[in-house]
């Protein structure tokens, strides 16, 4: 099985921005494509940005459009999300996640990571 470590989260003031990064074991990481989902307190998983498997195309939710960046580097088996001009709503657990297809719902998602915490203060 695959197994995802996120880290990077911790605790900002809005407008400032934060990395995370999504470590990757026990597969073939260039087969995935890979994903970010976030999860804020009362509210469903939520699809934040994916990535193919070549780094060739990129896909965001509207609510981070221009404002994340997603990236992979194969040859490291990570895959990051560069986090800038950060809001009060996008606290949440950031999870990291890796598919054979593309997706935009959990249940596209075949493993997870155990998410890492973002909290921004106003």
């Known amino acids: 099985q695959v197994q995802l470590v996120e880290s990077g989260g911790g605790v900002v003031q809005a407008g400032g921005s934060l990395r995370l990064s999504c470590a990757a074991s026990?597969?073939?990481?260039?087969?995935?494509?890979t994903y970010w989902f976030r999860q804020a307190p009362g509210k469903e998983r939520e699809f934040v940005a994916r990535?193919?498997?070549?780094?060739?195309?990129?896909y965001y939710a509207d609510s981070v459009k221009g404002r994340f960046t997603i990236s992979r580097d194969n040859a490291k088996n990570t895959v990051y999300l560069q986090m800038d001009r950060l809001k009060p709503e996008d606290t949440a657990v950031y999870y990291c996640g890796a598919g054979w297809v593309v997706s935009s719902t959990p249940d596209g998602i075949t493993y997870w990571g155990k998410g890492t915490v973002v909290t921004v203060s106003s």
């Open positions: 026990g597969g073939t990481f260039s087969n995935y494509v």
């Open positions: 990535i193919n498997k070549k780094s060739i195309t990129t």
